[in-house]
């Protein structure tokens, strides 16, 4: 199966319905997708419609933003980084602003609890601002199931730190377009020898996944950001 792990749609800051992502990964001819919007699951009812109406497989999934406790003169904690909560059968019971490092064991248990696997997004990007997030998974011994170690918009050196380190400590790899707009939408995805949805999950689980696409130079990533903006703005 061919899946990619990482999308966002409108119901976050991405530019296309769940019904746009499902028809451009049918017309690519891959298997399915995970909709991973930013601390909502408001699209997964649409996603999981749109992806059965063209036989494709539909993973629930969130990205999820975890902070510093806030500090005097902030509104908000300082990013340290995104968890991707991938398989989940329903959503975690933290709300946004409790997001932050100080419940990460809760926020990892619940995950598990759900049926979901933690992947690290893009751990090594300078632009997502998300390198300490390995740094507090490790001091507090939290258990992470797999690594984005080929992300649609981080470029070949970010990409390759997060592949040494995978291999390094014998971390599963994923891999996923972070597609924001229509054309990233499968550009990146991950392959598994499986024939549904609990054997895809088990073989990503076990480091049998496969993290395929072709690199973005950085021109394309940028360009990509900002015909993303441009869309949202114009809407
Ligand atoms: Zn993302």
């Known amino acids: 199966m061919k899946i990619d792990l990482h999308i ?27 909709l991973t919007d930013h601390d909502s699951i408001s699209g997964w009812t649409r996603a999981k419609k749109a992806a059965r109406d063209l036989e494709l497989t ?34 975690i019971k933290i709300k946004k602003e409790e997001q932050n490092i100080s419940n990460l064991h809760e926020i990892a248990d619940q ?6 696997i933690i992947a690290v997004p893009h751990p090594f990007s300078i632009f997502f601002r998300t390198q300490k997030i390995i740094y507090y998974l490790a001091k507090n011994k939290i258990k992470f199931d797999a690594i984005e170690t080929m992300n649609g918009r981080c470029n070949a050196f970010e990409n390759a730190k997060s592949m040494d380190y995978a291999s390094e400590y014998k971390i599963p790899q994923i ?7 229509f054309r990233e939408i499968g550009t990146v995805y991950t392959f598994a020898d499986a024939n549904n949805i609990e054997d895809y999950r088990k073989a ?32």
Do not use: M
């Open 8 to 34: 966002h749609s409108v119901y976050s800051d991405g530019c296309c319905s769940p019904e746009q992502i499902a028809s451009r990964i049918k017309a690519l001819g891959l298997s399915g997708f995970a």
């Open 58 to 91: 539909f993973i629930p999934g969130k990205e999820i933003v975890i902070r510093e406790p806030i500090r005097p003169k902030e509104k908000k904690g300082r990013k340290v980084g995104e968890i991707l909560a991938l398989f989940l059968d329903e959503d």
């Open 111 to 116: 995950i598990h609890d759900r049926n979901g």
């Open 175 to 181: 891999g996923g377009s972070d597609a924001h707009t």
């Open 204 to 235: 990503i689980k076990k480091g049998f996944g496969k993290p395929i696409g072709i690199q973005k130079g950085n021109i394309e990533i940028n360009l990509n950001r900002l015909n993303g903006r441009i869309i949202r703005f114009l809407k």
